[in-house]
Structures are given as structure tokens and as C-alpha cells.
């Protein structure tokens, strides 16, 4: 399979804790995404990187939140100190021209207990 | 700042029926529009996406267009199956850059 692979397809964590999920993106697509879905809402964007550059980052995107593309290929998610409220889908997607659109993966689920 | 609305929320119709889903956008100044279907629990598919430049696209029972002037693509689907049921989302992409996404349809087919 050459889609986009998250990992880890689940995460349950108690407050406080960090946790950091990994994006593999479409081989050779330059553009990485981060997204959050909460229940009933559309995704919201965190995030992007052009090959190893992060080019914009959401308000959504507190100081808790770190994101990395260090070799241009796969990303790293990572939340410091979880609260209840960071729980939600965290969607990636990768593209190599927006022309084509964007492609996502299956997502990890993050429950905060 | 873009905004994307779909409307309805929810839709239920008898197996068979041909419908149509909404979404409507703020800024007509899109780079293109992209339709997803999301399974509970699951990530995105891809449906279709159509280029600012084009009227509408076509896969299989699936038709979506767009309508750039009006700030509205609209989602079309034929002979409806058990299968489809799922939330389908649109996304408009701006500059070339991310996606804006509206909050979804949630569609059940009632066989």
C-alpha cells in the first residue's frame, strides 16, 4: 500500500502526558499536513510543510504542540502535557501539487482520559 | 476569511434514490474544490476534485460541480446503495496551499 500510513492508529493517554504520532507520507509527495477532527466537525488545519520547511502553523497550534519533517519525509506530531480537550482525530495528508489535490491517511485516534 | 457550509447536516433516502449533497463557500478566489468520504472512525477518501477552472467531474454514479461565481459545488449521486452511507465532506483549496473544509453530510441510505 503507497497511501499516507499513520501510526499509531490509536492512543489512549492519561492528562498530563506527552504523546507524539508519526505521518508516512505518499513517497515523493513534498506536502505534509496535519489536521484535527473533533466529533461531528469538519477537519481543521494545524499545519504544513514543503519538503522539510513549516510554512504555516494554525492559532489551533499552542506552544503544547510541535510538529517536524526533519529529511523531508516523514513527520512527527507531538503534544506536551495533554488536556481532555486535545482529544480528537489527528488527520495527514500529503500532495504533491494542490492542482492534484490531497491525499489522507487513516488518522490516529487520540482519547485523553 | 473562507468559510464552507454544507448543508444538510444530515439526509437519510430509500436505497435506489438519486440525491444531491451542497456545499457553499465564502471566497470565490479558490485554487480548486475537493470532495471526501469519511467512514466512522476512518480517515478521508478522495471522491473528485475539480479545478477552479472546470465545471464539473465525473466517477462512476458520482458527478460533482462547481460553480465558482455562485460559491457553490454540488455533489451528485445516482442510484444510491446501502454502501454510500458515510459523511461526505467538501474542501476548497486556496492559493495552492491547504484545504478549508466544511463540517459534513452525514448520509444513510435506508436499504
Known amino acids: 500500500d503507497t497511501g499516507v500510513s499513520q501510526d499509531p492508529r490509536h492512543k489512549i493517554t492519561k492528562r498530563g502526558q506527552n504523546v507524539t504520532f508519526r505521518c508516512d507520507p505518499i513517497?515523493?509527495?513534498?506536502?505534509l499536513y496535519w489536521y484535527r477532527q473533533t466529533l461531528g466537525q469538519g477537519p481543521e488545519f494545524l499545519t504544513y510543510f514543503q519538503n522539510e520547511a513549516q510554512l504555516e502553523k494554525s492559532r489551533l497550534l499552542s506552544d503544547r504542540f510541535s510538529a517536524e519533517r526533519p529529511k523531508g519525509s516523514f513527520s512527527t506530531l507531538e503534544i506536551q502535557r495533554t488536556e481532555q480537550g486535545d482529544s480528537a482525530m489527528y488527520l495527514c495528508?500529503?500532495?504533491?501539487?494542490?492542482?492534484?489535490?490531497?491525499?489522507f491517511g487513516q488518522g490516529t485516534r487520540l482519547t485523553v482520559v | 476569511k473562507q468559510e464552507v457550509t454544507q448543508i444538510p447536516a444530515a439526509l437519510s433516502v430509500p436505497e435506489g434514490e438519486n440525491l444531491v449533497l451542497n456545499c457553499s463557500f465564502t471566497?470565490?478566489?479558490?485554487?480548486?474544490l475537493q470532495w471526501f468520504r469519511q467512514d466512522p472512525g476512518k480517515g478521508l477518501t478522495s471522491l473528485l476534485l475539480i479545478q477552479s477552472s472546470q465545471r464539473e467531474q465525473t466517477s462512476g454514479r458520482l458527478n460533482a460541480s462547481l460553480d465558482k461565481s455562485s460559491g457553490r459545488s454540488t455533489l451528485y449521486i445516482a442510484a444510491s446503495q446501502p454502501g454510500d452511507s458515510a459523511t461526505y465532506l467538501c474542501?476548497?483549496?486556496?492559493?495552492?496551499?491547504?484545504?478549508?473544509f466544511g463540517t459534513g453530510t452525514r448520509l444513510t441510505i435506508i436499504p
Open positions: 474542501a476548497v483549496i486556496i492559493g495552492n496551499e491547504k484545504l478549508t
Open positions: 471566497d470565490s478566489a479558490i485554487y480548486n
Open positions: 495528508a500529503s500532495s504533491s501539487n494542490m492542482a492534484l489535490g490531497a491525499f
Open positions: 513517497s515523493e509527495h513534498n506536502r
